[in-house]
């Protein structure tokens, strides 16, 4: 397992969870490009995108993940402020994405 980071700070943050088979973004709070510079354009190893809240630094790039067809994840009132759909997830509910499993608190 490989973690490593893109951005943490204010002005952006994305983290890169993954291995030879799949990758799991923390956050997208970068462009678009950054990440994919940041999974060496490997994007059909990405298990799923994980983003926390809806503050742009967290979820800057949810837009263009939609439209790249990637799985974006997070919670309702996430997506509903964002103004966009993606695979809600509850809090305290065990989720498989790909092999890793997430448990949102």
Do not use: W
């Not at 980071?5 to 002005?11: E, H, L, N, T």
């Not at 510079?37 to 630094?57: A, C, N, R």
Request: proline share 2%; hydrophobic share 40%; glycine share 10%.
């Amino acid at each position: 397992m490989r973690l490593r980071v893109i951005a943490s700070s204010s002005k952006g943050n994305c983290y890169i969870i993954g291995n030879k088979e799949e990758i799991l973004i923390l956050e997208c709070g970068v462009t678009f490009a950054a990440i994919k510079k940041g999974i060496d354009f490997e994007l059909d190893k990405v298990v799923g995108v994980l983003m926390s809240h809806e503050h742009k630094d967290h979820c800057k790039s949810a837009k263009d993940i939609v439209k790249a067809r990637l799985p974006l994840y997070s919670s309702a009132g996430t997506f509903n402020a964002i103004g966009i759909q993606g695979n809600v997830m509850e809090e305290g509910k065990v989720y498989k994405i790909g092999n890793f499993k997430v448990l949102p608190f």
